[in-house]
């Protein structure tokens, strides 16, 4: 399996520092499954229609086609068609414009997530859902990973995956861990958005973490979750989040 990192947008308000769309792109097999999907087509060509004025204002959303995960896509030498596999954090704005790029994937998400999309919940942009995703749904399940609940993902073939419940900045929001040799990969989504939020509760970002989320009582218990993640297995277990720029390999090229 080849693993490849994808910023599909970035967020921008001054004088605050720029902000990641990070996706994750599986490769295994000639088939590929996509982890988040970042700022879409439809969201560059229509964006207040497909976002919204006052959201683009204030999370500083910029639109740039070539960043879109289906140009992406397209530039490794694949199709949209051959995403066959779309795993979401939570819905978003920021993480499912790309959805519509790839109508044939099946959609993955927490029932708790599409139970609150279904609902009409203000945060959620109905627009990028009116093409209907093909949803695949995960209740609460047995099953544990390093001592957290965990929902098995069947994605590629031979590929080990699970979605895991991070809940607070949404309802449903998990994170998803993919093994990738001999470690483990955990997209935490925005569980935290800047890595420093796994040593203090005192940085600027913190006090946004707890206004965007939906039960911030959730998220601070998500959060230690992470932060005992990162202590005790850390040589095993590789975090990352969705927003922070530092969060990306070494050698990958932000764009300026």
Not at 1 to 11: A, D, E, P, R, Y
Not at 165 to 177: D, I, N, S
């Given at each position: 399996?080849?693993?490849?990192?994808?910023?599909?947008?970035?967020?921008h308000v001054p004088p605050g520092p720029r902000a990641a769309c990070h996706c994750l792109l599986l490769e295994h097999d000639g088939r590929l499954a996509l982890i988040d999907t970042g700022i879409g087509l439809q969201d560059v060509a229509r964006p207040v229609e497909r976002i919204g004025q006052a959201v683009i204002d204030a999370a500083g959303?910029?639109?740039?086609?070539?960043l879109t995960a289906v140009r992406q896509v397209e530039r490794l030498g694949y199709r949209a068609a051959d995403v066959t596999d779309i795993v979401l954090t939570h819905g978003d704005?920021?993480?499912?414009?790309?959805?519509?790029?790839?109508p044939a994937a099946a959609v993955h998400v927490s029932a708790e997530e599409l139970a609150r999309l279904e609902s009409g919940h203000g945060r959620y942009s109905a627009a990028q859902f009116a093409h209907r995703p093909r949803w695949v749904m995960y209740p609460p399940s047995a099953a544990r990973w390093f001592g957290i609940e965990a929902r098995p993902l069947?994605?590629?073939?031979?590929?080990?995956?699970?979605?895991?419940?991070?809940?607070?900045?949404?309802?449903?929001?998990?994170?998803?861990?993919?093994?990738?040799?001999?470690?483990w990969l955990l997209h935490v989504g925005d569980a935290y958005y800047l890595r420093v939020e796994l040593t203090t509760d005192e940085h600027p970002v913190s006090v946004l973490a707890a206004q965007r989320a939906d039960d911030d009582g959730q998220r601070r218990a998500s959060l230690a979750v992470l932060r005992r993640l990162?202590?005790?297995?850390?040589?095993?277990?590789?975090?990352?989040?969705?927003?922070?720029?530092?969060?990306?390999?070494?050698?990958?090229?932000?764009?300026?």
């Open positions: 399996m080849k693993v490849h990192h994808l910023n599909c947008g970035i967020l959303f910029q639109f740039h086609e070539s704005p920021d993480h499912v414009g790309g959805l519509a790029d790839f069947p994605l590629l073939a031979g590929v080990e995956a699970f979605l895991v419940p991070l809940f607070g900045h949404t309802l449903g929001h998990c994170g998803v861990a993919v093994r990738a040799g001999d470690r990162a202590r005790e297995h850390g040589a095993e277990v590789e975090l990352f989040g969705y927003h922070d720029f530092a969060e990306f390999p070494p050698g990958f090229a932000a764009p300026a």
